[in-house]
């Protein structure tokens, strides 16, 4: 099968014939083709394809069952593998087909601001399998055989099958040919079209079924589908508009609705090579890995909750400290005394805040995509006069101070401030950056300015950077910061160790290795960082995360609705604690459309993020053109009302949030989670706060009910009291104000939250006066 290209997107015309008028101010910028041609030549893409299992051959003396304590290898003529542990069939073969697979070729890249699209290349492909022998030992089960295919060089493989310490089964293929392979595949069976959920963060769907996805963190992409931007970024910014495809955390983990699963061991260096998950046989997932060598864990359970936790056992996740989760983090900027007003307001409106977050503090610079950072790491005394005193004032009204950072560096030179060290330069002379084919710093062109990535696969330098966030960052009482970024490794740059073949994936980890140990050294071990770059083990390092940069639009490809269905499936992969900016992050005057926030989405967002983990806001990239929360009496009104929610759910949530770091399960659940059989369970539009509270977040503009799916039992409303019958389906009212909120009406939360609610002022009667 010939690799996949995805097509042109349908406004193709419209984006033609705008083309010239976009080059103004605060829009997406570019000149125009002279030709349809042109731009579907110009707009990348990617093409990828994995080996199509082909047949499988058992010899009759590899057939039988190995056990090794409660673990069992069954090897059948026509049922190929099956493994049990502890009475469990946690992997099984797909029927009547090989379950391992190999490729000879390349992978080529194509790179653009953080985007990466891939080009698979064959020159072999070994799609045949045979097992010809099995041998047991107290320690393992190991199967051996050849792969084969039109190439006259087949390979040798070896499956080594063993317990897992943690429960379920380890599986490892290894391969051996005169000519190497260069990609190796597992093929996991399932019932027909079993849901597939997980592989990091996809924003697209739940149930990934019928899918061809690559597993490489990138860019998102500005619009994702959603018309008219997606086809103008794609014209003007080189495949800005991105596809469903495009997430910054993409990893190789899944789960099915068979109750099994499988992910990579994140202790194996070959885990984060590149890969393409296949769903669209609907007996198998294949997992093919850009890698001669694969070591895999395999997991099952009763519960769907059981196996995310069965799937992470072993794992060690940070807990979340709890000022971060008491009130809202507000995002504020523009200097001292804009920092206070804005706060202000907030406070006299009676937003409950526990903390804000200020991303300018480093300085301001306006490029036309809006407004961006100094990434300098040192503050700007002249934008911040008095920032110790700023600090140490809100810390005595009991609100934590955070602000931002990332792994890259910048020349500090044009900034003009001879008060702040140019870190980009000392690290440069240091040799502590990537660097390029020439060595040189490997200069990243961020849109108007360039950066350089801290390489981080050199303990010396990641050690000097987390001295640097410690010193500068995590200075002045600041508690926390947005670590961004992580995603943009390029695969052609040079690094002190390894390969960015395999280490462009762990860049995620390595960062949040080094903001734990800056955490350590400024001595606060429980720092509060979040990350929207992801891969496997970063959660050892890592206490919370966010979906990145949505649209400011309430859109299932790109704004709201979409973040809902990137935090299901990153609950699912390993990420227990997910949140999004509040109002959305990109806005863009598209000329013949300005993206920018309304009130209402500003208001739906804020009462969604009430029932999460962590209540945060975010000005976007262009502040001054977007409402914000404390812009007028109305927008501090609501969000003052949706942060009393928040407050509310304070004690439940802390329950939920602490379960979430110790099992792994995520706090913010798809109801397949809690109730797989239900009607309900194929919802992708509503989610659970735990087991005990059900949340249908109105997702349309405009609207003011929401048509809920019911899980199985009885739920009450947490505003009106109006109890629901479950496992049906029913529309409820939701206007502003009043979300479609439930608590289990025999749970042991039925009482003391509604309680919590009136005590609040959030009840029926209370929320129609206002």
Not at 127 to 141: E, F, I, L
Not at 311 to 316: F, L, V, Y
Not at 482 to 487: G, T
Not at 667 to 675: E, G, I, K, S, T
Request: proline share 6%; hydrophobic share 45%.
């Amino acid at each position: 099968m010939p690799p996949r290209r995805l097509p042109v997107p349908p406004a193709l015309t419209l984006a033609l014939s705008l083309a010239l008028a976009l080059a103004v101010p605060g829009s997406l910028q570019a000149a125009a083709p002279s030709a349809p041609a042109a731009r579907a030549a110009a707009v990348p893409a990617d093409l990828v394809d994995t080996v199509t299992p082909g047949g499988l051959d058992v010899a009759p003396g590899a057939v039988g069952t190995w056990t090794i304590g409660d673990l069992a290898v069954d090897v059948g003529l026509d049922t190929g593998l099956s493994v049990r542990a502890g009475g469990r069939t946690v992997w099984v073969a797909p029927p009547a087909g090989a379950f391992v697979t190999g490729g000879r070729g390349s992978v080529s890249w194509e790179e653009n601001r953080g985007y990466f699209w891939p080009t698979v290349s064959y020159t072999d492909r070994l799609p045949d399998q045979s097992v010809d022998t099995v041998v047991g030992s107290d320690a393992s089960v190991v199967l051996t055989g050849r792969l084969s295919g039109a190439a006259a060089d087949d390979a040798s493989y070896t499956l080594t099958v063993r317990p897992r310490p943690a429960g379920g089964a380890a599986l490892v293929v290894t391969t051996s040919a005169a000519t190497p392979l260069t990609s190796v595949a597992l093929v996991s069976g399932r019932s027909a079209h079993a849901g597939v959920h997980g592989f990091g963060e996809q924003f697209t769907d739940f149930d990934l079924d019928g899918r061809l996805l690559p597993i490489v963190d990138r860019e998102q992409g500005v619009g994702r589908g959603e018309e008219p931007i997606t086809s103008l970024a794609d014209l003007t910014n080189h495949g800005a508009g991105g596809t469903r495809d495009l997430t910054y955390a993409a990893w190789p983990s899944f789960v099915t609705d068979d109750l099994r699963g499988l992910r990579l061991d994140a202790a194996v260096a070959s885990s984060t090579a590149f890969a393409v998950a296949d769903t669209r046989d609907p007996d198998a997932v294949s997992l093919e890995l850009w890698s001669p060598s694969l070591s895999a864990q395999a997991s099952a359970a009763a519960t769907p909750a059981r196996l995310v936790t069965a799937q992470q056992a072993g794992d060690r996740r940070r807990p979340l400290a709890g000022w971060a989760t008491r009130g809202a983090i507000v995002g504020l900027q523009g200097g001292t005394q804009e920092v206070r007003r804005e706060l202000g307001r907030l406070l006299d409106a009676g937003a409950n805040v526990s903390g804000v977050w200020i991303q300018d503090w480093t300085g301001k610079r306006t490029t036309s995509f809006g407004d961006r950072l100094w990434w300098t790491w040192q503050l700007d005394r002249s934008r911040y006069p008095g920032w110790g005193r700023l600090v140490r004032g809100l810390a005595d009204q009991g609100i934590t101070t955070t602000t931002y950072v990332n792994p890259f560096l910048v020349d500090a030179a044009p900034k003009g401030d001879r008060s702040i060290r140019n870190l980009w330069a000392e690290a440069r002379d240091r040799g502590f950056l990537v660097t390029d084919d020439t060595g040189a710093p490997y200069a990243l062109d961020q849109g108007e300015f360039e950066a350089s990535l801290v390489d981080l696969t050199d303990p010396a330098a990641r050690s000097w950077y987390a001295d640097v966030i410690a010193r500068y960052v995590l200075a002045d009482g600041v508690r926390g910061f947005m670590a961004d970024f992580a995603e943009g490794l390029p695969f052609d740059a040079h690094l002190h160790a390894g390969s960015p073949a395999t280490l462009h994936n762990r860049w995620p980890t390595l960062w949040a290795r080094t903001v734990r140990a800056a955490c350590r050294r400024a001595e606060q071990p429980r720092c509060v960082t979040w990350f929207r770059s992801g891969a496997l083990g970063q959660a050892a390092h890592a206490p919370l995360f966010w979906n990145g940069d949505q649209l400011v639009t309430f859109g299932r490809e790109d704004g709201l609705a979409s973040a809902l269905l990137g935090t299901l499936s990153a609950g699912v992969s390993g990420w227990p604690l997910v949140h999004s900016d509040i109002g959305g992050y990109t806005s863009v005057n598209a000329v013949v459309k300005d993206y920018v926030r309304t009130p209402e989405l500003l208001a739906r967002w804020a009462e969604y993020q009430a029932f999460g983990v962590v209540m945060r806001t975010h000005e976007g990239n262009r502040p001054a053109a977007n409402p914000q929360v404390f812009s007028t009496r109305a927008t501090a009104r609501a969000f003052a009302h949706a942060t009393r929610i928040f407050g509310a759910l304070t004690p439940y949530r802390d329950r939920v949030v602490r379960a979430a770091a110790r099992t792994g399960v995520p706090a913010m659940r798809p109801v397949w989670l809690v109730a797989p059989d239900s009607r309900a369970a194929a919802s992708e539009t509503e989610f659970l706060l735990g087991r005990q509270v059900l949340v249908a977040p109105v997702l349309a503009a405009g609207a003011t009910s929401v048509r809920v799916a019911f899980p199985p039992g009885r739920w009450v409303h947490l505003i009106t009291g109006r109890e629901y019958a479950g496992d049906r389906t029913e529309d409820v009212s939701a206007p502003v104000g009043r979300p479609a909120a439930f608590v289990r009406a025999d749970g042991p939360w039925s009482t003391r939250l509604p309680a919590r609610f009136r005590a609040a002022g959030l009840d029926h009667r209370s929320t129609q006066a206002r």
